[in-house]
């Protein structure tokens, strides 16, 4: 996953900023947003994220908007506007809608009635809030291709697996991810409401577990942000060395490898000034694309040149390393054996990950990585004209992005063999391509590293800073400086990590398995477990009422769960077991990650902690 740009996409811009739609931006985060006197909008107006209603009530109104979806869908089909290029730009370049309360169209114009949210109707609700939504199925399609797509790491993870293991491993973890996929949207489905709009993964869980769960995922949603924007820091610094060093190595070590670092972090906190992202889309799509070039580039010249031995020797080849050893006996490019390739789990030596147990495991840190997605699928949920569509456009996705992940890994793996760096582009030889590959990197990775960081800060800001210690919004004066000043302290910390950690495989693997691995399969699994548990303990004499708007429940406390849980066994067994395996396979993935790290700090690479050597650079 190194493109999580697929929100981005919706409406040409970022659903979570504030200048878009104040209102809006205060609904993502957990806040009513502020309005002018006399102001009414569908969002500030609609509560969440409050502990009083029960979970059963947003099961009650999310009931009403499914039945009613289908009808709206009808006359929207009536009402839309023919196929045509034109449009579909249009939309993608559109700054998104403002939409308000009694939203009844009538010639073409919604018309607002109400200056107060307790005299709005049911109908109202419903119309203001349809209104809303715009993306198809085909839209979601492509944004979750957006999302999830990137190949580069595919090659390094057969490379530490073999082809059996490797196709099976994808194979297995892409099932298990579109189930996680499928999981999300049963629980969207089911909770999300006109009334009650869910749009993310914390306010899914506050609904079924509870506010310090729900800050739980916040607080772990922030930390993944800002380990992508380290690990981009470090990938992209890396381009930059490698540009240095010139064709062939003529320069040596090129550029001092910290200062590369630095000099991507420098222009992170330049770009991270772009507060309102609205109008950056095209930019979103602009980092996917030379993602997709670089990638077909890698394996074009993969076939028709030697692998990049110099990256291979720096990266993992050093004193004592087994790969060193085996694959570099002198300790030199010049020594290198030839490329070779394993239908099974390649022998001790042959895997640049580590040995045996170790090496698998990175490849499959790396598989997770490259799944990871599921974070945003309740963004997209939330921008859908008829969410009952979510599966189509769910199921092509991944059914694509397996294809591409298998393609692509298996064809450089045959050429590169052992060889494979986990960067594709990084991985080729000669200097024109190499040096074009990076320059495409680096414009891409620093849009996405730029989105990752506006993401990042802005759920700290507004789940910590707004609501913990009443902290302004950042729509206004006071919260604007704010922001200037927090985007260097992000950037900085961030480039303190990389520079700590500049081993880039290794540090990736951690990042996907704590981090992506358990949005990917953790979370989703233990939602629909909780979810699940709640739904099932409803008893038959329970029931919502209509005069209070409020559901009578019989009991309460720990006998509910255990009900809950008894009545769907089955089901609630299996993710137990779910859940439980994706714990083990974080916990594994984080030990290997860990103890890799700790033979790359040993001496199995050139890189340490704040150092002028570059990994780039090698030994001839």
Not at 10 to 31: I, Q, V, W
Not at 46 to 58: G, K, R, T
Not at 232 to 246: D, M, P, R, T
Not at 370 to 380: D, K, R
Request: proline residues 4%.
């Amino acid at each position: 996953m190194t493109q999580n740009l697929a929100n981005f996409a919706l409406d040409g811009g970022d659903p979570r900023e504030g200048e878009k739609n104040p209102g809006l931006f205060a609904l993502d985060h957990g806040h009513e947003g502020r309005q002018r006197k006399g102001e009414f909008n569908i969002e500030s107006a609609q509560v969440h994220n409050d502990p009083s209603i029960l979970f059963e009530e947003y099961l009650h109104y999310a009931s009403l908007t499914r039945a009613e979806e289908r009808e709206y869908e009808g006359n929207m089909i009536n009402r839309k506007a023919p196929w045509s290029l034109g449009g579909i730009i249009k939309n993608r370049f559109s700054k998104g809608h403002v939409h308000e309360v009694n939203a009844v169209v009538g010639d073409g114009n919604i018309t607002t009635t109400h200056n107060n949210f307790s005299t709005v109707t049911d109908l109202e609700w419903r119309q203001a809030s349809r209104a809303v939504r715009t993306a198809s199925w085909g839209s979601i399609f492509f944004l979750i291709t957006t999302d999830i797509l990137g190949p580069s790491g595919a090659p390094w993870a057969f490379a530490n697996n073999g082809y059996g293991p490797g196709c099976a491993l994808y194979t297995v973890f892409g099932l298990m991810a579109s189930i996680s996929g499928w999981y999300v949207w049963g629980v969207y489905m089911h909770m999300d409401s006109d009334r009650y709009p869910l749009r993310d993964f914390g306010q899914a869980f506050f609904r079924v577990f509870g506010s310090e769960v729900r800050h739980l995922i916040n607080v772990l949603q922030s930390l993944q942000m800002f380990m992508l924007v380290a690990v981009l820091i470090l990938s992209l610094g890396g381009s930059v060395s490698q540009v240095s060093i010139g064709d062939g190595g003529i320069n040596g070590n090129g550029l001092c490898f910290i200062v590369c670092l630095l000099i991507i972090a420098i222009l992170g906190m330049v770009l991270g000034q772009i507060r309102t992202l609205q109008r950056f889309g095209w930019l979103a799509n602009l980092s996917v694309w030379t993602t997709v070039i670089t990638s077909f580039m890698a394996i074009g010249v993969s076939a028709t040149s030697s692998p990049n031995y110099a990256v291979m020797l720096g990266s993992f080849g050093g004193p004592g390393s087994a790969f060193g050893a085996v694959n570099f006996p002198d300790g030199t490019t010049a020594s290198a054996i030839p490329t070779r390739t394993f239908a099974n789990t390649p022998p001790p030596g042959f895997a640049s990950g580590g040995t045996g147990f170790l090496g698998s495991f990175q490849g499959i840190n790396t598989i997770i990585y490259a799944y990871g997605g599921a974070m945003l699928f309740f963004n997209l949920l939330a921008e859908m004209r008829n969410p009952w569509d979510f599966w189509k456009g769910m199921l092509c996705a991944d059914i694509f992005i397996y294809i591409v992940y298998m393609f692509f890994g298996l064809f450089q793996y045959s050429y590169q063999g052992q060889y494979t760096y986990n960067t594709a582009i990084q991985s080729i030889n000669p200097y024109n391509y190499q040096t074009a590959g990076n320059i495409l990197s680096i414009v891409g990775g620093l849009i996405a590293a730029a989105l990752y960081g506006n993401i990042g800060i802005k759920v700290i800001y507004n789940n910590v800073f707004m609501e913990l210690f009443g902290f302004p919004s950042l729509t206004t004066k006071r919260g604007k400086i704010i922001w200037v000043m927090m985007v260097p302290v992000y950037w900085s910390l961030a480039f303190i990590i990389a520079g700590a950690v500049p081993e880039l495989g290794d540090f990736s693997s951690l990042v996907g398995a704590f981090c992506i691995g358990n949005f990917t399969y953790t979370f989703p699994a233990l939602l629909k477990l909780g979810f699940e548990i709640k739904k099932g303990a409803m008893l038959p004499g329970e029931g919502f009422d209509e005069a209070t708007k409020k559901y009578v429940r019989h009991d309460g406390g720990l006998k509910r769960w255990i009900r809950g849980y008894t009545k769907g066994l089955l089901l609630n067994g299996f993710n137990t077991i779910y859940l439980l395996g994706a714990l083990v396979v974080c916990g594994l993935g984080c030990y290997s990650a860990i103890e890799a790290l700790i033979v790359a700090f040993g001496g199995g690479s050139v890189a340490t902690s704040f150092s002028c050597k570059s990994p780039y650079a090698a030994a001839s």
